[in-house]
């Protein structure tokens, strides 16, 4: 059998790069590896797209999924050659429940107060709604501990969030039949981390690890994430 390939799944206001440091350390220990684009159109199309990688790589899928991505990995792991889930400061939604029914039980974080909301043009219907964050909060927010110039360039090529995405709700738990692992970012300020806590505690996940983290723990702490998914792929062979 081929040695499992592991999917990196970015999250809102993000794109693949946001994961290069743990992709970095991850093909530098000849993991196979793989980070496709989200297109944070709405969660079922999202879900579909990362499926359909999954379902093209030939042999085992550990799905990694980062802030959103953990609301993507958590319905796209349905597919039968996924063995294994990690949350990275990630929302991890039971069946039937959207991401604002998740974050309403919770007091916001800093995040809600720093949203833009832009319509875009859909064809042949009413226009959409993206969300994206202040530029000029956005390294406090979403990159804090990140590089200052790196961060303000990452606040200047945001990948928006369609507000659909927030009400929609997930189509199945993958977690319920595929073993799982969580990262809580406890100094986040873009989820607030006992919505991460929560969702990991009643998913049951195999093993949770705290670190004193911003959003972007992949970027702040790489070499931790990296060791967690390795760590699962040690669990699973």
Avoid at 14 to 37: K, M, Y
Avoid at 143 to 159: E, I, L, Y
Avoid at 213 to 224: F, G, I, Q, R, S
């Amino acid at each position: 059998m081929p040695s499992p390939t592991v999917v990196l799944v970015h999250g809102a206001f993000a794109d693949a790069a946001s994961w290069s440091p743990v992709t970095e350390r991850l093909l530098a220990q000849r993991v196979p590896v793989f980070v496709p684009p989200v297109y944070n159109r709405s969660l079922a199309a999202d879900a579909a797209a990362v499926r359909a990688v999954v379902e093209r790589i030939d042999g085992p899928v550990l799905l990694a999924g980062h802030s959103y991505g953990g609301a993507v990995i958590t319905v796209a792991g349905a597919a039968d050659n996924v063995i294994g889930l990690v949350y990275v400061a990630g929302y991890v939604l039971e069946e039937g429940e959207s991401l604002g029914a998740l974050q309403g039980g919770f007091p916001d974080s800093d995040l809600a107060a720093h949203l833009v909301y832009t319509p875009y043009p859909v064809a042949d219907g009413e226009p959409g709604t993206d969300v994206s964050v202040e530029p000029d909060a956005f390294p406090a927010i979403f990159a804090a501990g990140v590089d200052p110039v790196r961060a303000r360039v990452f606040a200047v090529s945001q990948r928006p969030l369609s507000a659909a995405a927030f009400t929609e709700p997930a189509s199945v738990a993958a977690w319920k039949t595929k073993p799982a692992w969580g990262i809580v970012s406890a100094a986040d300020h873009t989820i607030n981390p006992e919505v991460e806590r929560f969702g990991y505690e009643r998913a049951g996940l195999r093993a949770v690890v705290e670190l004193d983290a911003p959003h972007l723990v992949m970027h702040t702490h790489p070499d931790e994430v990296a060791a967690v998914i390795t760590g699962a792929l040690a669990e699973l062979s």
